[in-house]
């Protein structure tokens, strides 16, 4: 009798002991080790590119200063040498890209190595992650400035605009990765102190800049992202104080102003791409939720008094991705076809509510994307470091 006490109590520190948390890290783990192990391989070898690699002559600013041009604008047929004009949903391949691109690359980089720190331990990792922070964020020749004075600029129309600050998406999972090595042993002291005060200076910016201020403001996807990386910014800094205001932001301002009852996103329905900019706005949310929830404040279960909340729109969308075939509106303008990949939404959705259909589904799913619009629209590739 005693032995089968034991036993069960055994058994029932165990069951409680397992989350659905610790399952859906356990299946990351095994989906991805052999393309994690291989990414970092990869990302061994790289050397660090950063923004003051490449000049457009069109940028305003200087060296330092990242640049891009918004991607739905082009010359004007009637006025080639005048302002350009908009086409929406239709990204202009003439576009200065590098910046982009080396901060795509640098995101890629330090999530693949920190996830293979994850995996293994190995202080060889840490040390390549911090090489290129170095680059990045404080070495006097090659550091970006800690703002965004000349993103998505539009030629004859505008030098930079607050809606640029999306393309700072691909650094959250650069601070994410800091945070899954901070403490290792192999960790520069210093070049971490100079990163998190890098993270600290752009945070400022984005407070206090009439962009960023802008950018808070805007009612669609732009306005969920600018949450969604102040929250990791903060994170990585210790600033309760943003961490507390995004939340409030997500209950107040974001989920009642964009998401419809019936858990859609009426705005991004609108645009010439409506399923992309849905399960854009939606991986976007979904992070918001797993960076800010924590034991004592879970956003995954908060809802409005009617019913609105991060499972409704997970609910809404995911059976479009499960079987697209399904989606009720046209096929976007541009790149139907590479969509849905890996989304985060399933993976921490799963997490959160023990749906394993969910994911069953994003373990099919493409891991690997290589379309540059899809990568552009992918900030969070590494959901191990997450975890």
């Not at 239709?90 to 691109?101: G, I, K, L, S």
């Not at 971490?192 to 400022?204: E, K, P, S």
């Not at 802008?214 to 903060?234: D, R, S, Y």
């Not at 600033?239 to 991004?268: H, K, T, V, W």
């Amino acid at each position: 009798m005693h032995t089968l006490w034991l036993f069960l109590l055994t058994f029932r520190l165990f069951y409680v002991a397992l989350t659905p948390a610790d399952d859906v890290r356990k299946e990351v783990s095994q989906t991805l080790r052999e393309h994690i192990l291989a990414e970092a391989a990869w990302a061994l070898d790289q050397k660090p590119v950063t923004v003051t690699a490449a000049v457009s002559p069109r940028s305003a600013g200087g060296p330092h200063d990242f640049y891009s041009e918004g991607d739905y604008w082009w010359p004007d047929s009637t006025n080639p040498a005048g302002p350009y004009v908009q086409r929406d949903g239709m990204t202009n391949p003439d576009n200065f890209v590098a910046h982009r691109q080396a901060m795509i690359r640098f995101s890629r980089i330090v999530g693949a190595l920190a996830s293979a720190y994850q995996l293994t331990g190995s202080a060889k990792y840490v040390r390549a992650v911090f090489r290129h922070l170095d680059a990045w964020f404080v070495d006097a020749d090659t550091r970006m400035n800690p703002s965004l004075n000349y993103a998505q600029a539009i030629q004859g129309r505008a030098t930079g605009r607050g809606i640029g600050i999306i393309d700072t998406i691909h650094l959250m999972e650069v601070a994410q990765g800091v945070r899954v090595m901070e403490k290792a042993r192999a960790a520069d002291k210093l070049i971490l102190a100079a990163t998190r005060h890098w993270f600290a200076d752009y945070l400022h910016w984005l407070m206090t800049h009439p962009y960023g201020k802008e950018e808070m403001e805007a009612k669609n996807n732009h306005g969920t992202c600018w949450v969604m990386q102040v929250a990791a910014f903060a994170r990585l800094t210790g600033n309760q104080e943003l961490l507390r205001f995004c939340r409030e932001r997500y209950r107040l301002i974001l989920i009642p102003g964009q998401m419809a009852s019936d858990g859609s996103f009426p705005l991004e329905l609108r645009r010439t791409k409506p399923y992309g900019y849905s399960l854009f706005n939606l991986d976007a949310m979904a992070m918001i939720c797993r960076i800010l929830s924590d034991n004592t404040d879970n956003l995954w279960t908060w809802q409005t008094p009617d019913g609105r909340g991060i499972r409704k729109g997970i609910d809404y969308l995911y059976p479009y991705v499960a079987d697209k075939s399904k989606w009720p509106l046209k096929p976007d303008v541009m790149y139907w076809n590479d969509w849905p990949v890996a989304h985060p939404f399933l993976v921490f959705g799963a997490a959160a509510f023990g749906q394993t259909d969910w994911l069953t589904t994003w373990k099919r799913l493409d891991h690997d994307p290589q379309v540059e619009e899809v990568l552009r629209n992918l900030p969070v590739r590494n959901p191990l470091i997450w975890l």
